[in-house]
């Protein structure tokens, strides 16, 4: 097998959360807002927590947060489907899934090297931003499920 694969279903990847997509509710609670999941490609990017020395690795600046998804929980995502009012044979059902996609060093895209580094990808693939704000959506609620790893923080407030 080449660099890409399924991951396990027990495999823990983080989300890497800006402080911006993210919003303090009533309660004093750090909450995901739409923008948690944003991705150009529409294929958000995570890290494989196996691979991880410790948390704050995935972290990009100071304030950022880490989320967690289980990687069973994102396959078993349901009710994603485009035209759910016409007949089945009209309806489009998008599956998630986990691909590891490492970053090796020296890559043609001039990427940093992340060898952690995996997409959520749906089949078949998201083809607008309505479908793709319902899989954000989908993947913000299984996020805030689970304990922050690390909750985002305001920069006077930095760890």
């Known amino acids: 097998m080449n660099n890409q694969s ?4 027990e495999e823990i990847v983080y989300r890497r959360i800006r402080v911006e997509w993210a919003r303090v509710n009533d309660d004093g609670r750090w909450v995901l807002t739409s923008q948690a999941f944003n991705d150009q490609g529409w294929k958000p990017s995570v890290d494989r927590k196996i691979l991880r020395a410790a948390p704050a690795d995935s972290q990009m600046e100071p ?3 880490i989320a967690q ?3 069973a929980e994102v396959r078993a995502t349901t009710g994603l489907i485009h035209n ?4 089945l044979a009209d309806q489009v059902t998008y599956k998630l899934d986990v691909i590891a996609r490492p970053i090796p060093p020296n890559n043609p895209e001039g990427l940093a090297e992340n060898l952690s ?5 749906s089949d078949p693939t998201v083809a607008s931003r ?6 954000k959506e989908a993947l913000s609620r299984l996020a805030m499920n689970r304990d922050w790893v ?7 407030n930095t760890h």
Do not use: M, N
Request: charged fraction near 30%.
């Open 130 to 135: 309505s479908r793709f704000d319902r899989v």
């Open 150 to 156: 690390i909750p985002p923080s305001t920069p006077a």
């Open 84 to 87: 759910p009012e016409k007949p």
């Open 63 to 65: 304030t950022d947060g």
């Open 117 to 121: 580094h995996a997409q959520i990808e």
């Open 6 to 9: 399924i991951l396990e279903d």
């Open 69 to 71: 998804l289980l990687t």
